[in-house]
């Protein structure tokens, strides 16, 4: 079967029938381990919890486990457009991250389709009515914070306080749809049946945490007032984000599980760069001298190197691919019996965190170094290869597959893991950037 007959065949669009039929076809050593791909993990993990068992997806059966419950990476899920909503329990104003001041909650209604606003209820007590949280900013840097909101029971303003974060305040008519004592910049937006939402921006002057407030007021002007314990307002859907607008809203219900309307879901493991890793069962790679690496990554710190995928780190073995080098770099390193070394790292510098689809080509029988590993980033060749040394090594271990540090319990990876295969073999230019191009569907941030 030719490769035009494997990609064209009509009826033949799942992703996973596509990866296995263009990589194992014929029986080659490996796995696809790719959390979107794999319906019984979505259904059966939990967000922010350590996942036991990733599932190789090739036939082959080389699942990735971890016995230790504290060093299982973390399952989560963020929407393909990639993280912007900064803020923590973004729809469940009861969190105790979200201190209340002479006000209780009351009713949860859905606006706008699918987002919660909670009710806000002042206290009978003079005093400002507010609910506060603990932001984190940078020097120099514009953010915008952005509510639903609608009217409850009497006439009350919205207010939106973060003068002390980053010299920002404004007051929002509810009823009027209109804003007052407006400090910075404000906007707000009619969603439809009383609906608004509502936004400052600011710059922050300094680095460090500052309180915002979101507060229910009799005149929009922030002071303290006698409340009536009766009146209110409903706020929810809360957005804190870098820039001047506020963009389309993502519900964030912990920093594992992030969802925006009209966006794929993309699922991933996140080890902690601490003490997390897995390993699959023995992978027999002996009777090759070629083996293809892909890896969907979020890289999120420059430090010493951490791994991706890696055989035993005795020697011989081999680093198919880390990260965390130096300046936001990637690499390779194959060594022999004698330690002799092939290595290959990315030449770009870049400032993390930064959305990668990575793909190694490895070929030992190829005479000149520079041709036995290529590294590509994003459909980039960018490998710079270095020697030392004379190789020995004409082909790849039978020997278990490490993710995220090495079996000595080494050099662990943090990064958000969206995908990876690992196939005995090399492929045509063609098919390994169709294979890029499937596992960018789950990669957020990331279009090939």
Request: aromatic residues 10%.
């Amino acid at each position: 079967m030719s490769l035009g007959e494997i990609l064209f065949i009509p009826g033949v669009t799942d992703p996973l029938t596509q990866l296995k039929s263009l990589l194992f076809k014929q029986g080659q050593a490996g796995g696809i381990w790719v959390p979107s791909l794999s319906p019984t993990m979505i259904s059966s993990e939990s967000f922010g919890t350590g996942v036991q068992t990733f599932l190789d997806l090739s036939g082959n059966g080389k699942n990735a486990t971890q016995a230790s419950s504290g060093s299982r990476p973390a399952w989560g899920r963020v929407p393909k457009s990639g993280r912007r909503n900064l803020q923590l329990h973004s729809e469940d104003l009861s969190n105790v991250l979200w201190t209340k001041t002479a006000v209780t909650l009351g009713s949860v209604q859905i606006v706008n389709g699918n987002v919660a606003v909670t009710e806000i209820v002042e206290d009978a007590t003079t005093d400002q009515h507010r609910l506060q949280y603990l932001y984190s900013r940078v020097s120099g840097q514009q953010y915008t914070v952005s509510v639903y909101a609608k009217k409850g029971v009497g006439t009350r303003f919205l207010i939106l306080n973060f003068a002390n974060f980053m010299g920002a305040e404004a007051g929002f008519n509810l009823d009027t749809g209109t804003t007052v004592n407006v400090t910075g910049s404000a906007a707000i937006e009619s969603i439809g049946g009383g609906v608004y939402r509502c936004s400052v921006t600011g710059t922050a002057p300094s680095t460090g945490t500052a309180t915002g407030f979101l507060q229910i007021d009799d005149n929009g002007s922030s002071g303290s007032y006698a409340g009536d314990g009766v009146s209110s307002i409903f706020v929810g859907g809360v957005q804190f984000e870098t820039g001047s607008t506020a963009t389309a809203y993502q519900k964030v219900t912990t920093a594992f599980d992030i969802t925006e309307s009209g966006q794929r879901d993309c699922y991933y493991l996140q080890p902690d760069g601490v003490d997390d890793g897995m390993a699959t069962a023995s992978i027999d790679f002996s009777g090759t001298d070629k083996v293809t690496v892909f890896a969907a990554v979020r890289s999120f710190v420059d430090t010493p190197q951490g791994i991706i995928f890696e055989n035993p780190s005795t020697l011989p073995f081999d680093t198919f691919l880390s990260d965390n080098r130096a300046t936001g770099k990637f690499g390779v390193d194959l060594r022999d019996v004698s330690n002799n070394q092939i290595n290959g790292l990315s030449t770009t510098a870049r400032t993390k965190p930064i959305n990668q689809i990575l793909r190694v080509r490895f070929d030992l029988s190829e005479t000149l170094a520079s041709n036995k590993i290529r590294l590509f980033e994003n459909g980039s060749d960018v490998t710079a290869v270095g020697t030392v040394g004379t190789f020995t090594r004409t082909a790849f271990l039978n020997a278990a597959l490490h993710f995220f540090r090495r079996s000595n319990g080494t050099a662990h990876s943090n990064l958000q893991f969206f995908g990876g295969i690992v196939a005995g073999g090399n492929y045509p230019v063609s098919v390994e950037e169709r294979v890029e191009r499937i596992l960018s569907r789950y990669t957020p941030g990331v279009s090939l």
